[in-house]
């Protein structure tokens, strides 16, 4: 599968970029700067010589060219980003894990983007495209130790069955961690605003918590 990751540089697209590419995915990392992305990408497979890992750094819009694209901008910066690269998204499914989070004081706090999520934001500035939620709760510096397991629980927001699919597709991309459907893109608000919360958790206890949902009948989404 491959899979391209927009503003793939900073710790959460580097880390999801490298466990995606650990397991067995091929992962086109994006930047504004083709060569800043390579610069990571050679990076994060110098740091794991022996896992070959098919991870290459390239321009965003390369990223956005990509079987299915994940989104992993700053929140300020995903609207605009996302507005850049619609021709190259159209027809594609563009999973969010972008939080609208606020730092007040020493503390995280969740703001409301236009139309209740990061997620319908982007959906509403990419008709022609398929945007999903997902990865929000995933803590970078976790997912970036692919030599360890990661186990969790991915909530995964959609509107489209095909839109969940590849998101699922995704997910099972990397052993461990486990897609839950967790309802449309109505739901992408407060699933984006938990993030929040767990980092807040992660401060008090010096954590890297992530989520895992007991009762559910059977591992799948
Ligand atoms: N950190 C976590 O543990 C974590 C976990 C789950 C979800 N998230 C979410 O994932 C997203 C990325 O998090 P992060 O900590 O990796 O963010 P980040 O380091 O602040 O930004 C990621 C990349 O976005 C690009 N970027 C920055 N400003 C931009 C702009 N104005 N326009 C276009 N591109 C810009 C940069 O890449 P280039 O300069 O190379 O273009 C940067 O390396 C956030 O929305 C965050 O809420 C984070």
Not at 1 to 15: C, D, H, L
Not at 138 to 153: F, G, M, S, T, V
Request: with cysteine.
């Amino acid at each position: 599968m491959q899979i391209g990751v927009v503003g793939g540089t900073g710790p959460a697209g580097r880390a999801l970029a490298s466990r995606l590419a650990a397991g067995g995915a091929e992962v086109l990392l994006g930047s504004r700067s083709a060569e800043r992305g390579e610069e990571i990408a050679a990076e994060l497979r110098h740091k794991w010589p022996d896992r070959k890992l098919e991870l290459v750094g390239v321009a965003n819009e390369t990223a956005a060219s990509a079987g299915v694209v994940v989104l992993a901008t700053p929140f300020e910066a995903a609207a605009e980003t996302v507005l850049d690269l619609a021709e190259a998204l159209s027809g594609k499914v563009v999973i969010s894990m972008v939080n609208a989070l606020v730092r007040v004081g020493g503390e995280l706090q969740a703001l409301l983007p236009a139309r209740g999520s990061v997620a319908a934001m982007l959906q509403a500035a990419l008709p022609e495209s398929a945007v999903t939620a997902a990865f929000q709760h995933l803590p970078a510096r976790a997912l970036a130790a692919i030599d360890r397991e990661l186990r969790a629980d991915v909530l995964v927001c959609a509107d489209t069955p095909d839109g969940l699919a590849a998101t699922v597709a995704v997910v099972e991309v990397m052993p461990g961690l486990r897609a839950v459907h967790a309802g449309s893109l109505a739901s992408a608000g407060a699933v984006e605003a938990l993030a929040a919360v767990l980092v807040n958790v992660n401060v008090s206890y010096r954590s890297h918590v992530a989520v895992q949902l007991t009762g559910l009948r059977e591992r799948g989404a």
